[in-house]
RNA sequence: GCCGGGGUGGUGAAACUGGCAAACACGAUGGAUUCAAAAUCCAUUGCCCGCAAGGGCUUGAGGGUUCAACUCCCUCCCCCGGCACCA
């Protein structure tokens, strides 16, 4: 046989399998189904490099695997094509994002083709294409009209280089996640989605997932649960006469605490410098230095606050609160180290029993009061309940999630603002069921009617954000003034887009939608026929049975995505409420010198060079066999030429006569991995079997070994499948069985141990008995000597594995 | 600081439920083949002692449980990832 050439065989087969479209899943058939997804790409400008296809390979062998074991399987892949960087491009080069996206797109699936990932392309979408987001802008309706949509304005996280606001999410140790610009504050009015409204039910929700512990435990510490008690501290009148002295009576501050039991340690109280209180409260004679501080907080980035020096800071507001436990006065001040957004932006401190209280009391000398703990906290908590100054109270760290941005290039949210509406709703002055209950609690925004969607988004000539907090849609006054659907009276659009994360928070579903559209219309892209609403096909589909992607999507796209999908399933629009069933992570690729591939630094490994040398299944194979599948790993560029060796002695195996060897054994060991995505094992034990079957291996069991190397190296497989004679595609067969029962027959190697150390191995037959294993062992010569003039004091013996003697 | 995951040859790593540590591969060394090279094939390749037969040691460190520990328990060190003044 002529020397296996990657070159010749590889676009043979793709056009081949693309012909006879074997990997195209159809959505009705008697198998079950089988739902194994990636996180679909962003397509950037770079391309992909060799690390992103470690994933897309992994899913590719289940897929094959699952169809051979007899499954119906979606395997589809898409673009998540909104985002930053084709915005960025077209203000540089004046070149529309929809026209640089569809290049980039071109050039991710050319590269994905070419290493033979089996997806379905007749599913393929795009989160760009007014039919797609016409059904995330139909989501968003969904979300607002259950009251999950509300506008505030309120100082956000910003990124001054992206010139956007940004998630809690997206905020990353004080730095822009996309871009690493040190983010600030800014006062903008915002749409923000209440995922807080989740936060029980997204914690819970973990409990029945197979994901990695280290995700689910992302999750878990980002929604942050904990339990305790609001407590109400009445504020006391100051001792000073003080001009304000009125308003301050009847003034409480509301605290939580995970620690009531701790209450007569409370000697005084901190209220974040933003606390609305404050003004309230503070006496004369503090004003000017309480006024001061909260200007010098203001000032403050996230960084100085939260990471930089922790050394605390603080200002007495001139106010008494009373500990309702043992009717104290206690002194009120303001500092950073109390956060305005969690809890109720006050603390009751007790600086005997918290390090931050301590730290402060110390700096400006407050009482520490060691107090005997005589009560649980749930016994405090019922006793300051029964007092009426207390209830127990569960708090969590999940913020709503911000989800307008200032920039172009996303979906435009189907909203208009109507003031003649607004002054209608505020006045009282409609109709029971006339607005819905996001129109109700955002006065004056109309939901588009669904008929008017998608909202597709304008060309512009200028993309440049403003950096005002305006989006670049504002300029467009021909787009922003419209008709209000309600009353038909003048109404402008909301201007800011969808973020990044709208797309992908159901994209599954559209892989569903347009798989039955393609059929009836041979339509390539999704428009309004279809209905999320108790479609049988999604109901059939999903949820997502296999997904995998990358770690760093724990707390952004696989949070929203959760959400999204709890709040339809609420709506009674699906059926299930978590969209993933099982989830495994990718481990990075890393350059060659151990650091992150990135066209900045120059060590970027590009997967066509690396075809164009070695060929797809050389390279799949290399990419599974590197390392554990979820581990980072460096791409050594000489190791690859162990998997070049390894599919050329697969080339060159020879059929001769007898089918002697056993296959039981490797078939169960490649079948195990598999299940478990142990890829890399799986590579190693067919490698072992190859070498032993370098002196020949029977026909019989060479078919059954390529249908277990077909997943991970399909061109060589199905070639040498068909060299062998057979006109079916191998992905057409069955997965091979294997019998235990044969494994267990085999002879095997028993170990003898004196002492627990090694002195001897002899080969048995499979099931030897204790009785037989002894004789066989002390007539062995190797453990003769050390037998000699020794007492057996004790013989253990683990059945088809050792025999241990103590002497 | 808290949480999660790790630490095994020159390198990437493997080891089921406690049962031969280092499978598989890269690299290296020697040999065969060749005019030569590539490719291929064979051998060696954890460390130490020994001419050898053979023996001893070895999974971050120390201790423990056990006939037997990479695996379980305790103490400590280091690395990676996440969160970080969350009351």
């Known amino acids: 046989m002529p020397d296996y050439n990657p070159q010749e065989i590889e676009k043979k087969w793709q056009r081949k399998w693309e012909e006879e479209k074997i990997f195209e899943a159809p959505d009705s058939s008697k198998k079950p189904k089988f739902f194994v997804l990636d996180m679909f790409p962003y397509p950037s400008g770079d391309g992909l490099h060799v690390g992103h296809p470690r994933g897309y390979i992994g899913t590719d062998v289940i897929a094959h695997y699952m169809r051979m074991k007899g499954y119906n399987v979606l395997h589809p892949m898409g673009w998540d094509a909104f985002g930053l960087p084709a915005e960025n491009y077209a203000i540089k080069t004046g070149i529309r994002p929809a026209i640089s996206t569809e290049k980039n797109i071109k050039r991710f699936k050319e590269q994905m083709q070419m290493l033979g990932l089996s997806y379905d392309w007749s599913r393929e979408i795009n989160t760009t294409e007014p039919g797609y987001y016409k059904w995330t802008q139909w989501i968003f309706l969904k979300l607002f009209e259950r009251g999950l949509a509300y506008r505030r304005k309120m100082p956000i996280n910003w990124c001054p280089s992206c010139k956007t606001g940004l998630a809690n999410e997206e905020v990353v140790a004080g730095k822009c996640e996309r871009c690493g610009a040190e983010t600030g504050k800014k006062d903008i009015e915002q749409w923000v989605l209440k995922i807080t409204d989740y936060a029980e039910k997204l914690l819970k929700g973990l409990g029945g997932l197979d994901w990695p512990e280290k995700i689910k435990e992302m999750q878990r510490n980002w929604i942050g649960k904990s339990e305790g008690a609001d407590i109400m501290f009445q504020i006391q009148n100051p001792k000073s006469k003080a001009q304000n002295q009125k308003t301050r009576d009847n003034n409480f501050i509301k605290v939580f605490t995970t620690r009531p039991d701790t209450i007569f340690g409370a000697t005084f109280m901190v209220l974040a410098p933003e606390h609305e209180l404050v003004e309230k409260i503070v006496a004369p004679e503090q004003f000017d230095e309480v006024r001061k501080y909260q200007e010098e907080t203001k000032n403050k980035s996230d960084i100085d606050r939260q990471l930089g020096n922790k050394e605390k800071t603080g200002v007495f507001t001139g106010a008494y609160a009373i500990n309702p436990a043992n009717q104290k006065e206690i002194p009120v001040y303001i500092a950073d180290y109390v956060l305005p957004n969690y809890g109720y932006g006050a603390i009751m401190a007790v600086p005997a029993h918290d390090e931050r209280d301590f730290a402060f009391a110390k700096k400006y000398n407050l009482a520490i009061e060691e107090v005997e703990l005589d009560k649980t906290v749930e016994q405090a908590t019922k006793w300051l309940e029964k007092k009426g100054c207390a209830k127990s109270a569960v708090n969590y760290k999940l913020r709503d999630w911000i989800f307008s941005r200032q920039r172009y290039w996303g979906e435009p949210i189907p909203l208009v603002f109507c003031e003649k509406c607004r002054k209608e709703i505020e006045k009282g002055n409609y109709k029971k069921g006339e607005f819905n209950k996001g129109e109700l609690l955002n006065p004056g925004w109309i939901a588009l009617p669904e008929k008017d969607l998608p909202l597709t988004l304008p060309e512009l000539e200028k993309y440049e954000p403003t950096g005002t907090g305006e989006s670049p849609l504002a300029q467009e006054k021909r787009w922003t003034e419209t008709i209000c659907p309600k009353c038909g009276g003048r109404a402008l659009r909301e201007t800011n887009t969808m973020p990044q994360w709208a797309g992908s928070c159901w994209y599954f579903l559209a892989y569903v939608m347009l798989g039955a559209q393609n059929k009836k219309a041979k339509s390539k892209k999704l428009n309004s026929k279809f209905k999320i609403q108790n479609s049988k096909l999604i109901k059939h589909w999903l949820p997502v049975d296999f997904y995998v992607g990358g770690a760093e999507h724990a707390v952004l796209h696989l949070l929203y995505s959760r959400f999204w999908i709890k709040a339809l399933y609420d709506a009674k629009i699906i059926d299930f409420d978590e969209p993933f069933k099982k989830l495994r992570t990718i481990g990075l690729i890393l ?217």
């Not at 072992?688 to 249908?707: D, H, P, Q, T, Y």
Request: with cysteine; proline share 4%.
């Open 591 to 807: 350059a060659p010198d151990g650091q992150k591939m990135s066209k900045s630094r120059g060590n970027v490994i590009n997967p066509d060079d690396i075809v164009k040398e070695y060929g797809a299944d050389t390279f799949r194979i290399y990419e599974m066999f590197m390392g554990p599948f979820d581990q980072p790993i460096a791409w050594d560029p000489k190791g690859i030429s162990g998997a070049k060796r390894f599919l050329d002695k697969v080339w060159r195996m020879e059929v001769s006569g007898t089918d002697n060897l056993l296959t039981d054994k490797i078939v169960k060991k490649v079948t195990e991995d598999i299940e478990a995505g142990k890829f890399n094992t799986a590579v190693a034990a067919m490698m072992e079997f190859v070498n032993s079957a370098s002196k020949g291996i029977g026909k019989k069991n060479l078919e059954i070994f390529l249908r277990i190397l077909a997943p991970f190296a399909p061109h060589v497989s199905e070639e040498l499948w068909q060299k062998l004679g057979h006109r079916k595609s191998i992905f057409c067969e069955k997965w091979p069985a294997y019998n235990q029962k044969l494994i267990k027959e085999q002879d095997l190697s028993l170990i003898i141990q004196i002492n627990g150390k090694v002195r001897g191995i002899i080969v048995v037959p499979a099931g030897l008995s204790e009785n037989e294993a002894v004789n066989l062992a002390t007539e062995s010569e190797s453990v003769k000597k050390w037998l000699k003039n020794k007492n057996i004091q004790k013989t253990i013996f683990v059945k088809d594995r050792l025999i241990n003697f103590v002497v």
